[in-house]
């Protein structure tokens, strides 16, 4: 990597080059094994796994796969939330070469039925929960075999018991494969499979994920992702956070493994460095997760801005009810960190929480703020062996000089081969530049300072057109809302919808014991921002849309308000 500018900022100790072992990502649970047999490897609701269980049961599910016909190159559907089962379905399908093609749990029958048909998937693997919706899927995709699991199968056994009695039935657990033979359940599988799976070379250039996303443009595309570029993102991850411990630290992955970020940041770099990871099933329960932080004393919590928000405003936490202090080492993401939300947390915990930045594309990871010299309201700097540059909005081929605005583009060995079965798509957002390298388009807009610290404007496609053709974006506006301590979350966009002449609107949940009045919130921001920035109008909602990992929908509170703004015309 030649020298940039933002090298200088790097924690000492951590490279700005690394190397990249020979490796399959099934290879990381292999040498895990190998190395820790005995020490914990996933805890889940109260229940422990070691590596040499975790190991064993992975060989065995791979078996099963390669039973129902699975061969290297396969297309395997997880429908799941987080699980044990959720661990094991990966590195089973990467152990025998499959691909995985993770599906987000809160799907529709509709949304899962168009992965399954665009990745061309062979098998699900699936929640009990979700088992209607594939069954309601079915008809025009290829799927020859339903893997069904109840998420009760890793409890121990007397809460097994007391889900079964209680909230199996309610919380639609329950499923009848009696009728489809396409379906088996993933326990009997397993217990009918060899010990282990036929053998199978898997190179690091092999496709490993198909892991959809809306991407630069909103449309659902599978990113190709192989085992190079995951395996990179997760060793540049150990580089830039020193002084962790190999297998001594506690992650807790409360965000949901099929999803970019946790696949990577907890359960591939937990595994790789033989931590313990602590499976949340739901981050929503922000009681449950406060309690799982204080008992296990976890250390590293991955999390987004709204999460953080959560749990520093939970009223637990201000009555000194939950000790938070174990945790040392935050990385943000999915979001802008507002540095409010920022500073609260990190006074609850005496630990570090820094900004990062990435997408799918890049499995995710291209940025993040270095542990013992951040920019708080920055995304940081490029990960090792990343470089990145802003062109201009319009055409996006102008190198922008520090300090303009315009497009992010990135460059590294995490970053995706292309989007499956999309050219045009691919050729539109990996560009050849004129000095011969390949750069990713994030479609975001940001600016790099003088001495190399990168901040996201926006989105490109949320800019809001301010009268006389002023641009606001809308980070730096929720960034100051969030600076009032009424505020839990903030979401901004424009008005009227679609309109070249647009004005701001803000949607606000606040503290329940702290009314506030929109007039004062408006007055707040007019005192911190330049007039066309400041909101003309304040809605109060009890909460705001979000993905499933956290960040906020603005696309939905403006698909809400364009349907308000035509019944009112």
Not at 14 to 28: C, I, N, Q, R
Not at 384 to 398: G, K, L, N, S, W
Request: aromatic letters at 6%.
């Amino acid at each position: 990597m030649e020298e940039r500018i933002w090298h200088q900022h790097y924690d000492q100790g951590v490279p700005t080059s690394l190397e990249y072992p020979d490796l399959a990502l099934g290879d990381l649970l292999t040498k895990a094994v190998d190395r820790y047999p005995d020490r914990p490897a996933i805890r889940f609701m109260g229940s422990e796994m070691n590596y040499r269980q975790l190991g064993e049961a992975v060989d065995r599910f791979s078996a099963a796969l390669q039973g129902l016909g699975v061969v290297k190159g396969d297309r395997v559907s997880v429908f799941m939330a987080n699980c044990p089962q959720t661990v094991i379905a990966y590195e089973a399908i990467w152990r025998i070469g499959g691909v995985a093609v993770p599906s987000n749990p809160l799907y529709t029958a509709a949304e899962f039925a168009h992965q399954a048909a665009d990745s061309g998937s062979k098998v699900v693997i699936c929640l009990s929960m979700m088992y209607d919706r594939v069954l309601t899927a079915l008809p025009g995709t290829e799927l020859e075999h339903i893997v069904v699991t109840n998420i009760k199968e890793y409890f121990p056994p007397i809460l097994k018991v007391l889900f079964t009695l209680v909230k199996e039935k309610s919380g639609g657990h329950r499923a009848d494969l009696s009728g489809e033979p396409r379906a088996v359940w993933m326990r009997d599988l397993m217990a009918a499979a060899r010990p282990g799976p036929e053998p199978v070379s898997v190179r690091t250039d092999d496709l490993a994920v198909l892991m959809y996303t809306g991407g630069t443009t909103g449309v659902p595309k599978g990113v190709e992702l192989s085992h190079r570029n995951l395996m990179a993102n997760c060793r540049q991850l150990q580089a830039v956070s020193p002084g962790l411990r190999e297998a001594e630290e506690i992650m807790i992955s409360a965000l949901p493994l099929t999803h970019s970020y946790a696949m990577t940041v907890c359960m591939n770099h937990s595994i790789d460095r033989g931590y313990l990871q602590v499976i949340v099933p739901d981050a929503r329960d922000i009681k449950g997760l406060l309690e799982t932080i204080h008992k296990e004393r976890a250390t590293l919590l991955p999390g987004v801005p709204a999460l953080y928000s959560a749990l520093g405003n939970h009223p637990g936490v201000i009555a000194g009810k939950y000790d938070l202090t174990s945790v040392a080492q935050c990385v943000s993401g999915a979001a802008g960190l507002a540095p409010e939300v920022q500073r609260r947390f990190e006074e609850l915990t005496g630990g570090k929480v820094v900004e990062g930045y990435g997408l799918s594309e890049a499995s995710p990871v291209t940025h993040v703020n270095p542990l013992g010299g951040g920019r708080n309201g920055t995304i940081g700097v490029p990960m090792p062996d990343t470089d990145a540059i802003i062109v201009d909005e319009d055409a996006e081929a102008t190198l922008m000089a520090p300090g303009e605005r315009g497009v992010l583009c990135v460059r590294g060995p995490q970053v995706m081969a292309g989007y499956w079965n999309q050219p045009e798509e691919t050729a539109d957002t990996l560009r050849v530049h004129d000095d011969g390298h390949t750069w990713l388009h994030t479609g975001d807009v940001a600016v790099m300072s003088e001495d190399g610290f990168f901040t996201i404007v926006d989105r490109k496609k949320d800019m809001i057109l301010a009268a006389g053709g002023l641009n606001v974006y809308p980070r730096e506006v929720e960034d100051v809302l969030y600076e009032h301590p009424a505020v839990r979350e903030a979401g901004v966009i424009g008005v009227p919808i679609g309109s070249t002449d647009q004005r701001v609107k803000a949607f606000v949940v606040v503290d329940s014991e702290m009314p506030v009045e929109a007039q004062e919130l408006i007055d707040f921001c007019r005192e911190r921002l330049a007039r066309f920035k400041v909101p003309k109008h304040v809605e109060f909602l009890d909460e705001l849309p979000k993905t499933f990992v956290g960040k906020i929908l603005r696309r939905e509170l403006a698909a809400a308000e364009l349907l308000r703004e035509q019944q009112e015309s």
